[in-house]
């Protein structure tokens, strides 16, 4: 994953805790764009790594784009031959349509230039220069921000630039004087209150969310309660190859390691499949099962001993903290504890004191 990749409005599909739990069929909802602009690319180039150099966004993201654009096809667009991706049947088919739509699309926005205000001199980069940045991990960027998509487009808080980075690149920046920066974590609750003692930090604890068992109806039954972590590691278990996670997993499970694993990649549509199917459990969070649109297909349950996590913001008290960015901070504390008032009035998911 290139950790630097500048997001304008992060919309990824979900990463880090919030695993595929969305497993609804989607085929027949409009199709972005965006999605075709990828997969022009990612044809173009024959490898993630170029094409998400060329359209300065992340590997894992565009990534996991391609595999919700297969999923909402209903077909394989690549296969793999050797180190690169090359064209299936149905993504030749594809390609020339996907071409002919954006030719049509940039043909249509220069048409209207000169009719919209933002063809104004100068507007564009104003715009710009006050639109705010944030630094943020993983969860942020795929998870939280898509799960309150639609409240913060409500409230104004859709036009920010999301700049992901790895939880070590982000300590790595705080260590070294923040570089005037506001910073998006979620991280274990332990590595939280660590942060909060660090002198010459400010750390705004947001919320709290533990990890989740999702599965379909097979595994889980309604009121049957949390499931030990003995028995989870006996599941079949299909979860997100990611750094941090697989720390987390570890570390979650160190007395009762996980013995089936049947799927741990990058790949959040087999993942999905296998959930679907009935063929293994995955995990999830509470506060995205909290915010997630209801699925029938799949139940959540607790797990006893979960991870527990908190989000915040932080930045460095010495470095100037960009204003514009702790103001957009405010403005989100305040959308969401409006959006998540009642899962905050669990005193468990309420950020450390």
Do not use: W
């Amino acid at each position: 994953m290139d950790g630097n990749a500048p997001h304008r409005r992060c919309r990824a599909p979900a990463a880090l805790l919030r695993f595929p739990e969305d497993f609804r069929a989607t085929r027949g909802e409009p199709m972005r764009f965006e999605a075709l602009e990828y997969f022009v690319a990612v044809a173009e180039n024959g490898s993630l790594t170029a094409a998400s150099r060329g359209l300065f966004v992340s590997q894992q993201g565009l990534s996991k784009a391609m595999a919700a654009l297969e999923r909402d096809l209903g077909c394989r667009l690549f296969e793999r031959e050797g180190a690169r991706l090359r064209l299936t049947g149905a993504g030749h088919a594809l390609l020339p349509h996907a071409r002919r739509c954006l030719a049509e699309r940039d043909e249509l926005l220069g048409a209207l230039t000169p009719f919209t205000r933002a063809s104004a001199p100068g507007r564009v980069a104003a715009e710009r220069a006050g639109c705010p940045t944030l630094h943020a991990c993983a969860f942020v960027t795929d998870s939280l921000f898509s799960l309150l998509d639609r409240d913060l487009a409500a409230a104004g808080l859709d036009d920010v630039t999301i700049i992901e980075h790895s939880y070590a690149e982000i300590k790595d920046a705080l260590e070294r004087g923040g570089e005037g920066a506001v910073y998006a974590l979620c991280l274990p609750i332990a590595e939280a209150e660590e942060l909060r003692r660090l002198p010459g930090l400010t750390f705004r604890p947001l919320f709290v969310t533990e990890m989740m068992l999702a599965a379909s109806s097979q595994f889980i039954r309604p009121g049957k309660g949390a499931f030990p972590l003995a028995r989870v590691a006996e599941l079949p278990v299909a979860y997100y190859n990611d750094a941090v996670l697989n720390d987390i997993i570890r570390d979650m499970f160190r007395e009762h390691p996980l013995r089936n694993v049947v799927t741990h990649a990058s790949n959040p549509t087999r993942i999905a499949n296998s959930v679907s199917a009935g063929k293994a459990v995955t995990f999830s969070d509470s506060l995205s099962v909290f915010l997630a649109e209801p699925n029938r297909a799949i139940a959540h349950a607790p797990i006893e001993g979960a991870a527990r996590f908190c989000m915040g913001f932080v930045y460095a008290n010495d470095a100037s903290p960009d204003a514009t960015a702790l103001d957009y901070v405010t403005r989100f504390e305040e959308c969401f504890r409006a959006r998540c008032a009642a899962y905050l009035a669990d005193p468990a998911h309420r950020p450390i004191s």
